[in-house]
């Protein structure tokens, strides 16, 4: 367990449900991260919110909503997606800072059908 | 954000130490350099980070170079679950960490 804890694990839908990605941390951080992992290409920065606020959006379709009501706690709301939106999701917290370092989650495994 | 080039895969014996080494030519004079590791099936875990001199902490070392262009990530003594993809990473003024692809470590029993 690293402090930063995803739901559900993993996560079967189809291209017309409705379903989101929980993140929670207790470590006090005061920026969270959404990223994608696809096979075999790198991790890819989707949104990034420093205390409740969006800083970033990475041109990531409108198909993906992000929330964050609290430093704690980060959702990815989904709709409508695509087979190829089939990936690994991560949350990551920080303390902000370019030395502090991220802490990941696990990651919620998707696959879109 | 700076780029950094690793090579994609390497190899090393077991209980034997590994240098992983990163290239950032056009690192700016306030770019930390950060490493990460991802195990199959986890997400990435921080290794270790710096910004002139050389760090040591209970999981490596990072080497830096003099004019910060390079980096080398040292495992003293490689176990088979330090098996991973690891990620050397610049990290600017802005508040985002881009991962590039990584070198693959493979651990020879």
């Known amino acids: 367990e690293t402090g930063v804890t995803q739901t559900p694990r993993h996560l079967v839908m189809g291209m017309t449900n409705k379903k989101s990605l929980k993140c929670e941390q207790h470590l006090g951080h005061n920026a969270m991260y959404w990223y994608k992992q696809s096979a075999k290409k790198p991790l890819e920065l989707m949104f990034v919110y420093n205390f409740k606020e969006q800083t970033e959006n990475n041109s990531v379709p409108s198909r993906f909503s992000p929330e964050c009501p609290n430093s704690s706690h980060l959702f990815l709301h989904l709709h409508t997606l695509q087979p190829e939106d089939s990936a690994l999701y991560l949350c990551a917290s920080s303390q902000g800072g370019q030395g502090a370092g991220y802490t990941f989650g696990s990651g919620t495994r998707l696959t879109v059908v | 954000d700076a780029k950094t080039t690793q090579p994609n895969s390497m190899e090393s014996n077991e209980e034997e130490p590994v240098h992983l080494p990163c290239n950032h030519s056009t690192i700016s004079g306030t770019d930390y350099i950060h490493w990460y590791r991802q195990l199959p099936s986890q997400g990435p875990e921080y290794v270790i980070h710096?910004?002139?001199s050389n760090v040591n902490n209970r999981m490596a070392s990072l080497a830096i170079a003099e004019d910060r262009k390079s980096s080398t990530l040292i495992l003293h003594r490689a176990t088979l679950r330090d098996a991973a993809v690891y990620y050397c990473i610049l990290r600017g003024r802005g508040d985002k960490i881009i991962f590039g692809k990584g070198t693959r470590l493979h651990i020879l029993p």
């Open positions: 710096g910004l002139t």
